[in-house]
C-alpha cells in the first residue's frame, strides 16, 4: 500500500511563500514523475511536475514563483512558492506515479490534499 501525506499549507498573506512537502511511504519499487495539482470551487488545474530526473514543468502562470524539487532517497516532493497571490488560494494535491511492485506498472497515487489560503 503506498500512501501520499502532504503538509505545509497554511494561511499567508500576499506576496509571502510558503513550502509545501509531500511525503511517499508504503510499498515502492520505484517512483517515476511526481508533482502538484490544486483545486479551487471552479476548476483543477496541474501546477507542477517533476521526473526522476528532475525534469521539470510548470504552468505558465506559476513560472518564476513556484518551483517543484524531489528527494528521491526520502521520497519526498516538494513545491517551493514566492509572490504568492490571493488567486493562488487552493487545495493543493500531490501525486506520484508508483510502481509498488516489480511484476506491476506505475500507478498514480494522490494524496489527500493541503489548503493553501492567500490572503490579508
Known amino acids: 500500500q503506498v500512501q501520499l501525506v502532504e503538509s505545509g499549507g497554511g494561511l499567508v498573506q500576499p506576496g509571502g511563500s510558503l513550502r509545501l512537502s509531500c511525503a511517499v511511504s508504503?510499498?515502492?519499487?520505484?517512483?517515476?514523475?511526481m508533482g502538484w495539482s490544486r483545486q479551487t470551487p471552479e476548476k483543477r488545474e496541474l501546477v507542477a511536475t517533476i521526473t526522476s530526473g528532475g525534469t521539470t514543468t510548470y504552468v505558465d502562470s506559476m513560472k518564476g514563483r513556484f518551483i517543484v524539487s524531489r528527494d528521491n532517497v526520502a521520497n519526498t516532493l516538494y513545491l517551493q512558492m514566492k509572490s504568492l497571490k490571493p488567486e493562488d488560494t487552493a487545495l493543493y494535491y500531490c501525486?506520484?506515479?508508483?510502481?509498488?511492485?516489480?511484476?506491476?506498472?506505475?500507478?498514480?497515487?494522490w494524496g489527500q490534499g493541503t489548503q493553501v489560503t492567500v490572503s490579508s
Open positions: 508504503g510499498n515502492i519499487v520505484s517512483i517515476g514523475t
Open positions: 501525486f506520484a506515479n508508483v510502481r509498488a511492485r516489480i511484476e506491476e506498472n506505475e500507478y498514480t497515487y
